[in-house]
């Protein structure tokens, strides 16, 4: 039996593939649902999944596995088989004609297999229009229609949607298993594989795209070396800094996510378990700011950014909460 293109996940692969072939009770019924939702972490995998999905449901071959060898497998993997359509977010946002236009195609035949499937990234980011009119095709769907719908933010999407669809929740894939596919895979040195696998906190497209992509491993590097240069500053040029992050939109929580890893690592070190660390290539300046902080201070500072986090996800004022937590940035015990 083929095996999907997908790194870990297994249950949800599994389960996914007794829907297509039906439990062996009911005679190789299929149990498929008009409606699935994909929720976890930005880049755990969730559109890889529904892609090959959908590639399992109209697999030539029937088994209930995408072969990834049919001429189907390889137009959707390709993103050119007329029955499987991605929507994705326009300038931050899923419109309303986007999901009219969904609905019309919807509305017609499939034009070579036996069900449309449309696959809608980033659900949450619909405008309350757009989702107020996706929740109808919920509700009516086609008999040959089938909607997967992927989200990060499982917590900003109408109940009313949720409880149309079947939830597949994405965990993070162990950091082993990351690894060791960046290496088979993508020929990553071991080293490297292993740093990325750190980093990724179980996410192997945020891995893959650290790897290939030079911009993302830069910014990495600049977010963690203005941190450090925030915790020297005086108030004015912290509070000059907020202002530019406050207007970075998604950006801002990527920043704080990694500077919370530096804390983090920082603590591991001064308690010892500097083999736990995340930052692996930053362990020479981990061991500096250990020695330069009392731990009590790591673990404020670990505490704010939480909290910062927890308050920008509640829609409060970015600015403000940045501001509060750049002044109470610490500053080194030991000079």
């Known amino acids: 039996m083929a095996t999907w293109p997908v790194i870990g996940h297994e249950w949800a692969t599994d389960l996914l593939a007794r829907a297509i072939t039906g439990p062996a009770q009911t005679g190789g019924e299929r149990r498929l649902s008009h409606a699935y939702l994909f929720t976890g972490p930005a880049q755990v995998g969730k559109t890889t999944l529904a892609r090959a999905f959908a590639q399992a449901i109209l697999c030539e071959t029937q088994a209930g596995t995408p072969c990834g060898a049919c001429r189907v497998c390889q137009r959707i993997a390709a993103g050119r088989y007329p029955d499987v ?172 996510g990694l500077w919370a890893t530096w804390w983090r690592d920082v603590l591991l070190v001064q308690q010892g378990l500097a083999a736990e660390i995340v930052n692996l290539d930053r362990r020479v300046q981990l061991a500096q700011q250990a020695d330069l902080y009392r731990p009590e201070q790591v673990e404020a500072a670990l505490e704010d950014l939480i909290q910062t986090l927890r308050r920008l996800r509640a829609n409060v004022n970015a600015r403000l909460a940045l501001d509060v937590l750049a002044l109470r940035l610490p500053r080194p015990a030991v000079v």
């Open 85 to 256: 359509q991605l929507v994705i977010a326009e300038k931050n946002t899923i419109q309303i004609d986007q999901v009219r236009a969904l609905q019309i195609a919807a509305a017609l035949s499939p034009l070579e297999g036996a069900y449309r499937i449309f696959i809608i990234r980033e659900i949450e980011r619909a405008t309350p229009p757009a989702a107020n009119a996706l929740l109808k095709t919920l509700e009516e769907p086609p008999p040959q229609v089938i909607l997967l719908l992927t989200s990060a933010h499982r917590d900003q999407l109408l109940p009313t949607i949720l409880s149309r669809c079947q939830i597949i929740g994405l965990r993070p894939t162990p950091l082993g298993q990351i690894q060791a596919a960046l290496e088979t895979h993508w020929g990553v040195d071991p080293a490297r594989a292993a740093l990325l696998a750190r980093l990724s906190a179980g996410r192997l497209g945020w891995a893959v795209n650290a790897h290939t992509d030079p911009e993302l491993w830069q910014a990495r590097a600049k977010r963690l070396d203005d941190l450090l240069a925030l915790t020297a500053a005086g108030r004015l040029g912290r509070l000059a800094y907020t202002e530019t992050l406050s207007r970075q939109g998604d950006a801002i929580e990527r920043t704080l």
